[in-house]
């Protein structure tokens, strides 16, 4: 990949396996979580869907004036897949290991990555 | 990043430079590509939803039974950020290319990465 000549777009990646199954299985913890973190990092919600899946497993997006949120689950695997795509850098991304840790504990393996998004 | 050992999502980027402002303002246009991309792929809509920006620039999410599309644009960058994140590998993903040149013309520059996700 090119480095960016223009920044438009921060994009904040999370790989999160140890979830525990019960705690991603439904759509309600995964709205509760990402209302949660939305709401930490001061960021403007426009709008919300989501998903349940049957048996097990859902789809969280938040439409942001920034950008969006994403998350899937697959508790089968005890992973959850986090997107944060955002116009504006996020000084205060730190509390993210914080706020996950208190919706799917602590004994979470939490990957992370970052790319600049733009021209 | 480390390797994973065991893929669960195929996440498809593209940075696209170059588009027209009037063709990526509005968006109805996000809509009518993102349907026609997700369509040409065959992949299943669980749910939509989208922002209109003032004066310009829009969000467009579609939820997929594969996980989601989203596509955001900077009219005034001429700049689309685009990702579709799939719980299967995508084998006519060649087809991209084709449909974001009818949306948005054949003068694009399309930046590509591809990123395996999972545990």
Redesign the interface.
Known sequence: ??PKT?S??Y?Y?W?L?GCPSDSISKLSSLKAFANDLVSSLNLTV??????Q?SPHGA?C?I?L?E??L?V?S?PE?N?L?I?L?S?MKIESIEVFDKIVQSHFGESLKI?T?F?E???
Chains 1, 2 share one sequence.
């Open positions: 990949m090119l223009k438009l777009g994009h990646i790989d396996s426009v709008g919300e869907s989501g998903n899946f789809t997006v439409l004036a950008s969006h994403s899937h697959w695997e992973y897949a997107d795509f116009c990957e990555q790319l998004r733009g021209l």
